[in-house]
Every structure is written in structure tokens, then in C-alpha cells.
């Protein structure tokens, strides 16, 4: 049972323009949303993070939305650029029984085009 | 300076054979994990420990022992390996059990032939 649905497997841009990712999460014990950028034969970086105490966060050109009631967040890029493609994932984590284990999209492979 | 290391990064062997996979952060985090990517790209978490203790243990099969030397080290031994373990397995560590960013191996690609 996925608890966290990254339904978009593939998004292309246009450098210069904004990327948005999105996920969405089942349980309310989640509290805390990260997002990691994958390259092929690499382990998944850390990007952004995100609490629940929180709707945005910003770091850069990346800026993560959290909304609560949705159960919904977002990653936006801007500007995309070249360096940006990659897999990226969404992953939560919380209380209870969710803490201390990550729980992962399928992840959306992100390709911007010059 | 590699933050978390695994190795080997690649592992060819048969069905039923013993190996062993190893992980190393110099980070001075106290928690590290065992994760693995599936065929169809799902990372799941398998094993986490904090300071040596075993803390985390999903629904793994037993033929999958993890063991922690110290708490700069995790290592994964799986015995009698069969073809569905072929997988990507990941090593993470975090700062503490708390919860919060956890940092990741570059993963070792397991193939069981």
C-alpha cells in the first residue's frame, strides 16, 4: 500500500522555465517531507525538506509547498536548467510508527531541454 | 571524503551463494539504514540502527542478517540468495532516530543470476 504517490512518472521543460513536482501522501502520521534528486548510478541526494509546521519552504532556486489539508506538496524549480534532470523523489516520515522510516514516491524523472 | 560509501557497487553471483554487502559514513551519525530499490524503483526501508542496536526491521526474510560493528558501520549479509533479491540496495545514515534528512550510499546493484 504506497502511502506517498508520485503519479506523474516523467516531466519535460524548457530551460529557463519553472518545473513543478508534485506528490501526495495517505497518512496523517506524516509530519515531515523531503524531496531527493537521483542521477543514474547514484544514491538519492538530499534536496529540500519540509515540516508540517510549515507551507513553504525555500532554498535557492527550489521551493517546496506543503498543503496539510490536501495531504499534497509540491517541488518548484526555477529556472530549470540542463543540470537540473534528474529522478526526483518525495519522501515522508513522522510519528509513531513512521518514525525514523522514510516512505518514497516512485519518483518523476524531471528532463529540461536547452 | 565520501559521506556514505557501500561496497561493492556491483555484485554478480548465483542463486543460492552467501555475500555481503558493506556501508561506512564518516559523518558521526548515529543512525544508518538499509534500503532497497526494487525493480519497479520503489525504495523501501529493510533495516535501521542507532548506536549498534537493531531498531528497524521490516518484513524482511531472514536469510537477510544486517549487522552493526560500530555505528560508523552497517553491513547487510544475505544468505541463499535467490533471484528476486536482485535489487539496488542503499545504505543511509541520519544524525539521530529522531527522524530528519537521512543521507545516502551510492548503492550496490545486486543481480542474482
Known amino acids: 500500500d504506497q502511502q506517498v504517490k508520485q503519479n506523474s512518472p516523467s516531466l519535460s521543460v524548457q530551460e529557463g522555465r519553472i518545473s513543478i513536482l508534485n506528490c501526495d501522501y495517505t497518512n496523517s502520521m506524516f509530519d515531515y517531507f523531503l524531496w531527493y534528486k537521483k542521477y543514474p548510478a547514484e544514491g538519492p541526494t538530499f534536496l529540500i525538506s519540509i515540516s508540517s509546521i510549515k507551507d513553504k519552504n525555500e532554498d535557492g532556486r527550489f521551493t517546496v509547498f506543503l498543503n496539510k489539508s490536501a495531504k499534497h506538496l509540491s517541488l518548484h524549480i526555477v529556472p530549470s536548467q540542463p543540470g537540473d534532470s534528474a529522478v526526483y523523489f518525495c519522501a515522508a516520515s513522522g510519528r509513531g510508527s513512521t518514525l525514523g522510516r522514510l516512505y518514497f514516491g516512485r519518483g518523476t524523472q524531471l528532463t529540461v531541454w536547452p | 571524503d565520501t559521506a556514505v560509501s557501500q561496497t561493492p557497487k556491483y555484485l554478480v553471483t548465483q542463486m543460492g551463494n552467501d555475500k555481503s554487502i558493506k556501508c561506512e559514513q564518516n559523518?558521526?551519525?548515529?543512525?544508518m539504514y538499509w534500503y532497497k530499490q526494487d525493480s519497479k524503483k520503489f525504495l523501501k526501508i529493510m533495516f535501521s540502527y542507532n548506536n549498534k542496536e537493531l531498531i528497524i526491521n521490516e518484513t524482511v526474510p531472514n536469510r537477510f542478517s544486517p549487522k552493526s560493528p560500530d555505528k560508523a558501520h552497517l553491513n547487510l549479509h544475505i544468505n541463499s540468495l535467490e533471484l528476486g533479491d536482485s535489487a539496488v540496495y542503499f545504505c543511509?545514515?541520519?544524525?539521530?532516530?529522531?527522524?530528519?534528512?537521512?543521507?545516502f550510499g551510492p548503492g550496490t546493484r545486486l543481480t542474482v543470476t
Open positions: 559523518l558521526g551519525h548515529d543512525t
Open positions: 543511509a545514515s541520519s544524525l539521530n532516530m529522531g527522524g530528519g534528512e537521512q543521507y
